[in-house]
C-alpha cells in the first residue's frame, strides 16, 4: 500500500509539474510553426498572384458578339410562333453545341486556359454541323466565323498576369 500511494503522490506531482514545461514546450513548438506557416503563405501569396488572364479584342468581340447573335436567334424566332418554334427544336443541338462554346470562350479567357478556348472553336466547328441539312447553309455561316475568330484570337492571345 505504501508504494501504491508513493506511486499515486508521485503522478501527481508529475501532472503539476509537467504542464508548465509541457506548456513552455508546446509555446516554443507553436511559435516555430507560426513563423513556418507565416513563411509558406508568403511564397503562396507569391504564387498566387501570378495568375494568368487571356486578352485579345477578337476573344472578346466573338464572346459578347455570340451572345447577341444567341439572344437574337431565340427572340426572333422565338416571336415567330408556330414556325419559329419548330424550327428552334429542329436547330436546338447546334443552339446549345453554340451555347456551350460560348461559355467555354469565356471561361477559358478568364482563367488564361488555353486549351479550353481551342475547344470552344472546335465546339464551334460541331455547332455549325449539327445545324442541319447542308441546303440551310445560311445557319451554318455564324458557327464558321465564330470558331475561326475564337481560334485566330487564341493565337494572338496575349498572357496578362494580375
Do not use: H
Not at 505504501?2 to 509541457?22: F, G
Not at 439572344?71 to 453554340?98: D, E, K, R
Request: aromatic content about 12%; overall charge negative; glycine content about 6%.
Amino acid at each position: 500500500m505504501a508504494n501504491e500511494e508513493k506511486n499515486q503522490e508521485l503522478s501527481q506531482t508529475r501532472n503539476e509539474v509537467s504542464p508548465e514545461i509541457d506548456n513552455e514546450k508546446n509555446k516554443e513548438k507553436i511559435e516555430e510553426n507560426q513563423s513556418i506557416d507565416e513563411a509558406n503563405e508568403s511564397e503562396q501569396v507569391v504564387k498566387d498572384s501570378k495568375e494568368t488572364k487571356y486578352t485579345s479584342a477578337l476573344l472578346s468581340f466573338s464572346f459578347f458578339s455570340s451572345i447577341i447573335y444567341l439572344i437574337l436567334f431565340v427572340l426572333f424566332f422565338g416571336l415567330a410562333l408556330p414556325w419559329g418554334l419548330v424550327l428552334l427544336i429542329f436547330l436546338g443541338p447546334s443552339l446549345i453545341c453554340f451555347l456551350i462554346a460560348t461559355i467555354l470562350t469565356r471561361i477559358g479567357m478568364n482563367n488564361g486556359n488555353k486549351g479550353l478556348l481551342y475547344a470552344s472553336s472546335g465546339i464551334y466547328l460541331i455547332s455549325a454541323f449539327c445545324a442541319g441539312d447542308p441546303d440551310w447553309y445560311l445557319f451554318q455561316i455564324a458557327p464558321f466565323v465564330f470558331a475561326v475568330l475564337v481560334l485566330v484570337g487564341t493565337l494572338m492571345a496575349k498572357e496578362e498576369k494580375r
